[in-house]
């Protein structure tokens, strides 16, 4: 059975790709996470977060929280400037990459997550997600920094790709226009 303390404990001052293992580990058992995730987030949030996040653990180096998406949400592209390693519980999740070229962005690819899966993102990923699914979706994200501080981290316009400061509100203005497309 999952236990969240221990998989904190495990992931300290681990590299992506070690935590990658941890969470893949875990993830053979989705269900269970799951469990865990809302067993613990019954009584903390020691970051006040949005969203439908829960934060289970947040220092310099590392950031473990729960992700909630809701049934069709989708993002506009956005960084993190720090890896991250991110499993599926329940539901999915399709990413979009992208790489910058000069001022703008192009598309790099994707990657649909389902319940059971993991993937690494490393430090300069530019992704926007949607969840296409009517169930929302619940994910375990862990963040090689503090996630919290969203100091020099970017968001850009989803139809001209010009890039703007990281600001959640101009997110959540983002993310209502594509999907009232
Ligand atoms: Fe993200």
């Known amino acids: 059975m999952f236990n969240l303390d221990q998989f904190?404990?495990?992931c300290k001052g681990k590299?992506?790709?070690?935590?990658?293992?941890l969470l893949a580990e875990a993830m053979r058992d989705p269900?269970?996470?799951?469990q865990a995730l809302e067993t613990v987030a019954?009584?903390?949030?020691i970051a006040g977060a949005k969203v439908g996040d829960m934060v289970y653990f947040r220092s310099p180096t590392l950031t473990i929280l729960k992700a909630a998406v809701p049934?069709?949400?989708k993002t506009p592209p956005h960084n993190h400037n720090m890896w991250a390693v991110i499993?599926?519980?329940?539901?999915?999740e399709n990413n979009t990459f992208y790489r910058r070229s000069g001022k703008t962005l192009e598309k790099a690819g994707g990657k649909d997550l389902k319940t059971g899966d993991t993937v690494v993102l490393g430090e300069d990923a530019v992704h926007a997600i949607e969840n296409p699914?009517?169930?929302?979706?619940?994910?375990?994200?862990v963040y090689g920094g503090d996630f919290l501080d969203t100091s020099n981290r970017s968001v850009w316009n989803p139809f001209t790709f010009e890039e703007h400061p990281y600001d959640f509100?101009?997110?959540?203005d983002y993310a209502r226009q594509i999907m009232a497309q």
């Open 169 to 172: 509100k101009l997110i959540m």
């Open 42 to 45: 019954q009584g903390k949030d």
């Open 31 to 34: 269900a269970g996470v799951k």
């Open 71 to 73: 049934p069709k949400f």
């Open 87 to 92: 499993g599926v519980c329940d539901g999915q």
């Open 8 to 10: 904190i404990e495990s």
């Open 15 to 21: 590299p992506a790709s070690a935590v990658k293992e």
């Open 133 to 141: 699914s009517d169930r929302p979706m619940l994910a375990i994200h």
